[in-house]
Nanobody, 123 residues
Framework: QVQLVESGGGLVQAGGSLRLSCAAS????????MGWFRQAPGKEREFVAS????????YYADSVKGRFTTSRANAKNTIYLQMNSLKPEDTAIYHC????????????????WGKGTLVTVSS
C-alpha cells in the first residue's frame, strides 16, 4: 500500500509561481509512473502532468504546457510540480497519483491517490 501526501499549495497572485511536492511512503515510488491531476470547484477532476518511473518521459495537458514542469527524485520518494505564470483558472485542488503504467495519461488507471493540496490564484 502506497500513501501519497501532497504539500506546497497556497494563495498566489496571477503570474506567480508555486512548487508542489508529493511524498510517497509505504513502498517505493520508483516502481510507479507518477502524475498530477486537479479538480476545480464544480468541475470534474482533470489530468495535469505525469512522469515515467525513471523520469525519462513527461506528458502535459495543453492548458499547462510551457508553464508547468514535473520532476521526480526517486531517492527521496518524491515528485514535484513547478508551476509558473499561474492563472486564476489554475485554481484547484491538486492531487498526486501513482500508476503501474509506463506514463500516466488522462485515461490511465490510477492505483493510488493523494488527498490533495489547494492552490488558489488571485487575479
Amino acid at each position: 500500500q502506497v500513501q501519497l501526501v501532497e504539500s506546497g499549495g497556497g494563495l498566489v497572485q496571477a503570474g506567480g509561481s508555486l512548487r508542489l511536492s508529493c511524498a510517497a511512503s509505504g513502498g517505493t515510488n520508483a516502481n510507479y509512473a507518477m502524475g498530477w491531476f486537479r479538480q476545480a470547484p464544480g468541475k470534474e477532476r482533470e489530468f495535469v502532468a505525469s512522469i515515467s518511473w525513471n523520469g525519462g518521459s513527461t506528458y502535459y495537458a495543453d492548458s499547462v504546457k510551457g508553464r508547468f514542469t514535473t520532476s521526480r527524485a526517486n531517492a527521496k520518494n518524491t515528485i514535484y510540480l513547478q508551476m509558473n505564470s499561474l492563472k486564476p483558472e489554475d485554481t484547484a485542488i491538486y492531487h498526486c497519483a501513482a500508476s503501474r503504467v509506463l506514463v500516466i495519461n488522462p485515461t490511465s488507471t490510477i492505483n493510488y491517490w493523494g488527498k490533495g493540496t489547494l492552490v488558489t490564484v488571485s487575479s
